[in-house]
């Protein structure tokens, strides 16, 4: 059974996360320890709560998720994980992120009511493993006030529309992420959790 690290950066509830990955076949520890991120099989980010307080919590664990994600370690972000994943955001001012991604994490548009809560349609942009057995125009569950735009459009798998087309999920090599949260819904997020933990164990 693969051990999955689920980071504890103090913010949010981190049950639904743990329970997904379980129910996919993961042993999962809830941790903010460097020795069980590194002798963990793969490293998930949470996501929920504001860039720049989970940026300071990170602070001691950085360069370790940094050294997993260079030994080919996978990666997954959720929300606020993903965004922690590219260079910037200007939640809060410019506060610096991981960098792993280049690019940026912008406000929705004012022309629409934010945060986004709720579902939305999952436009898929090119296959990927974490999406085996998931339909293009699934629907999945946001929660979220902004959105990342990546340097490169390479690392974009997935799109969405909610006052402005955006990337919902990427992926560049061993690390992957999502703008929604894939424990929140349903079986098309189980499915992706499962897949996960698939990838993990190969």
């Known amino acids: 059974m693969p051990q999955v690290a689920v980071v504890n950066y103090g913010v949010g509830n981190l049950r639904s ?6 129910k996919s076949g993961a042993a999962v520890k809830v941790t903010h320890s460097p020795s069980d991120l590194l002798s963990s099989d793969a490293i998930v980010l949470p996501g ?3 860039f ?3 940026v300071k919590n990170m602070a001691p664990i950085a360069d370790v998720v940094a ?4 030994d080919g370690k996978p990666i997954l972000g959720v929300c606020l994980g993903l965004q922690l994943l590219f260079t910037r955001s200007s939640e809060g001012g410019s506060v610096k992120g991981l960098d792993f991604i280049s690019g ?9 009511k934010t945060p986004q809560m709720g579902w939305n349609t999952l436009n898929i942009e090119k296959s990927h493993p974490l999406l085996e057995g998931v339909k293009d125009g699934s629907y999945v569950y946001f929660v979220h006030s902004y959105y990342p735009q990546p340097a490169d459009s390479g690392v974009v798998v997935a799109t969405t529309e909610y006052g402005v087309r955006f990337a919902s999920m990427v992926a560049k090599k061993n690390l992957f992420a999502t703008q929604f949260h894939p424990e929140k819904s349903s079986k098309t997020g189980l499915t992706m959790l499962k897949n996960f933990v698939r990838i993990v164990k190969r």
């Open 67 to 70: 050294e997993a994600m260079t």
């Open 52 to 54: 720049a307080p989970a």
């Open 104 to 112: 940026d994490i912008v406000k929705l548009p004012d022309t629409v």
């Open 48 to 50: 929920v709560g504001a």
């Open 17 to 22: 996360i743990r329970r997904g990955l379980e």
